[in-house]
């Protein structure tokens, strides 16, 4: 029995260790995919880099994988705050030598469910808080794992420089980089980067704004989307038949959030209105637009929008409007955010003695997690 554990053990460490392997972009395509915008990465510049943490982990609830956590110790299980740490490192290292740019951590999940959401619909994320936050047989000894490692990550992360963890409790955490960006950093003027594979993301991509990017993580097909490829890659991503591009080329990046209200989100468990999917939505909103009952710019919640006829199918649109809209969550809870705080303990020392005593087995790569950070960019920590 005790050697099908070690088996077992071994095998869920690969699969952690591989699966964030993938998650660390190769710096060749880096290059590639940043080379449009490499015009705007200033030497001694910062860029605010945003990973979700949700997105990250999803991968590891495969059904045909998941029985492997089950036989994780304590010290197995620090596996994954090693690999959070040396995510950070692959990331900072690129931008410090290749780019000799600052870089500014935002790590974010939760580990409650949204109230305010649930408020408004009971199915809100149903599926994803039935598998992440529920009692779950099949999955709860994982979710343990990772609460575990995230409570040693937030003691730990405030000993790195620039470096913050968010744990947004009974917010949605979905919403922190617009929330960062636009109220409480004041980021507008550095490079955003946001790493996810949330397409709720892109409401971040207005038409005006170029500093924001977002890197969806998917292997050897990661994009790197922006407002100019945005509405493209989302059109695309649906995979239609007989695509015609002049359908949707006047589609306005600021309309984001109302497509959203209007189509299903599965992740959200969202249902959409009259079954739209992307491309209906769309020529729905442009066909509003041509009869001056839609303008081409931002909209939000509060705005009164009717879009429907139908009372019922306004309203649902209205709800679901309500659900995804990062600017209406934030000001509606905007008490709560305002809460939040990024605390500086910087310790150098600190961090090495516990990468020392805590992580020998999985140690964390220091050189890359400081690297650039409280010296010129492109320095390591010696």
């Known amino acids: 029995m005790s050697n099908m554990m070690n088996l077992a053990n071994n095998e869920g460490i690969q699969i952690v260790q591989n699966t964030f392997h993938s998650k660390k972009v190769k710096y060749q395509l880096l290059d590639k995919l ?11 510049g910062t860029i605010n880099i945003y990973i979700d943490i949700n997105s990250l982990l ?43 740019m600052y870089t500014t951590f935002y790590l974010f999940n ?14 809100y994320k149903e599926n994803f808080y039935e598998k992440r936050l529920d009692e779950n047989s099949t999955t709860n000894i994982l979710n343990k794992i990772i609460e575990n490692e995230f ?46 594979n949330d397409i709720l993301q892109y409401q971040l991509l207005g038409s005006d704004i170029s500093n924001i990017l977002i890197l969806e993580l998917r292997g050897e097909k990661t994009k790197l989307i922006s407002n100019f490829n945005v509405i493209d890659e989302l059109v695309k991503s649906t995979k239609p038949k007989n695509l015609d591009e002049n359908s949707y080329k006047d589609f306005s990046p600021d309309l984001l959030n109302i497509l959203y209200g209007l189509i299903s989100n599965k992740d959200y468990n969202i249902s959409g209105v009259k079954r739209m999917g992307v491309l209906r939505g ?8 041509n009869s001056n009952k ?12 009717q879009l429907f006829d139908d009372v019922k199918d306004n309203d649902k649109f209205l709800n679901n409007l309500k659900l995804i809209d990062f600017c209406n969550n934030i000001e509606t809870n905007i008490d709560k955010y305002d809460k939040i705080q990024f605390l500086d303990l910087i310790d ?20 890359f997690v400081f690297e650039g950070e409280g010296n010129e960019p492109g320095n390591e920590i010696n």
Not at 282 to 289: R, S
Request: glycine share 2%.
């Open 110 to 123: 939760s580990f409650d469910k949204s109230s305010y959401h649930l408020s408004i619909s009971e199915d």
């Open 34 to 44: 940043f080379k449009p915008y490499k015009g705007s990465f200033e030497r001694g």
């Open 58 to 100: 999803k991968s590891f609830y495969n059904p045909t994988t998941i029985d492997l956590f089950n036989s994780f110790n304590n010290n197995d299980s620090k596996i994954f705050t090693s690999e959070i740490f040396n995510i950070i490192g692959h990331y900072r290292h690129y931008f410090a030598r290749y780019h000799e």
């Open 294 to 305: 839609l303008f081409p710019r931002k909209y939000f919640p509060t705005d009164d929008i």
């Open 151 to 196: 409570k040693l990550i937030s003691r730990i992360i405030n000993y790195v420089p620039n470096t913050y963890y968010i744990n947004t409790n009974k917010l949605d955490p979905s919403s922190i980089p617009y929330y960062i960006i636009n109220y409480k950093e004041n980021k507008m003027n550095e490079i955003n980067l946001v790493i996810s």
């Open 348 to 367: 150098y020392q600190g961090f090495r003695l516990f990468n020392d005593e805590i992580m020998s087995r999985f140690p964390i790569m220091l050189n």
């Open 282 to 289: 769309i020529k729905f909103i442009l066909e509003k637009i």
